[in-house]
């Protein structure tokens, strides 16, 4: 079997229903994803078991249907909704003769696939090489050819040893690489945060139309698309705010349930500028019938990110694809736009400007002498607006969102007082 790039990929996907997650519904969200990696579905099979078969993952009965019903389907590729061990897909591969690629595969080759920037690059391979190293020995049919259809894309596979030295070796460069360009991003940031614009990210699910709001709010062109996984960069605009006062509007890597480790970890780098942020707007479709579980996987991630003390606004994007009449009640938490025909989207605006500014808190902070050199550390955390030598020390007044105030304390002595205002 030869996994050719001009041919279409005719996919069979399998799973296991141990009860752990709702089976039908991560299959269908498998099935979109080979969709959006340019394959077709032909089949979908699960088998309900206490527990996975050690060797084969299916039963080996049913992997047996499932080689018949390939050959009967003309099916070129088994994607199996899990996490595969090298032996695993080497056994299944010996039992059927077709290439076998696992969730995780198909998400690093959508991610190589789409990613645009140097950065982005350097991270879906880096969690592709992390990927490979344990699995070397299994790696078949599917893994071992170079470039051209789902699951290839990356290096090939030549001797064993020599493969394993040459991926760690890899995996050494690609790290040096991004931590360098970590560091310079870092850099950015706080250059960014010391033009005292304060920041908002768009995050949510994929294809839920956050690049889509980043556009129609920015007046940008990023790439938006109905595919998932259309953004994996970060892009950050300008937003005009409607008191005239500006904020920075930043774009991220949309969100999936069961997202793989590899990617969470390649893209917390990413994600991170979202966990620095002053405030989310938290995206949802919703015109997806599933945009509950959506929400929630959302969220759950976000909570793992660090981003639970950040205030949030909901935003449930796509009304235009839904009635009035069933479209959810607003507060200053929630807004209801459409990124396609501009619907709620002045309300959005002032909702972001409205918790931004009581995000904001302003104070005076005491520092004695000898403690001088923690004004830097103070200037990191917001934007000093005065400072006065007095007797014994410096009297510093700053403002920064609430959430951060508590931490300069640690530095100094306090006499707060709130302000409502960003200026
Ligand atoms: N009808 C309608 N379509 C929308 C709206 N917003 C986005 N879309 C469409 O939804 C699809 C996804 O939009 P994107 O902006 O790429 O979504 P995203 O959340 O950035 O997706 P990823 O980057 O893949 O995570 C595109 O086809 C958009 O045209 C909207 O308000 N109404
Ligand atoms: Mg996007």
Redesign the pocket.
Known sequence: MHLLEEETQRVLLAAVDTGEYDAEESMEELAELVRSAGGEVKAQVIQPLPSIRQATYLGIGKLKEVKEAAERLDVNLLIFDTELTGAQMRNIEAETGIPVIDRTMLILDIFAQRARTNEGKLQVELAQQKYRLPRLIGMGQALSRQGGGIGTRGPGETKLESDRRHIRRRIESLTRQLDELKRRRGDLRKRRQKSELPVVS?V????????????ALTDAN???????????DTTSRRLLLPSGKEAILT?T???LSRLPHELIEAFSATLEEAASSDLILH?C?L?NPRVAEQKEIAEQLLCKLGCTDIPMITVY?????VPLSLRPRTNDHTAV?????KEGLDDLLLKIEQLLSAEMQSGTFLLPYHEGALLSEIRKLGRVDSTDFEEGGIRITASMPKRLFAQASQYACTDTNEYSDLE
């Open positions: 768009l949510g699910y994929t294809n839920v139309g956050k690049s889509s709001l980043l556009n990023v790439y938006a698309e109905n595919q998932l996984f259309a953004t994996l774009d890597v949309g969100l995206v479709n015109s994007n796509q009304c235009d694809r736009t459409s990124a396609l025909t």
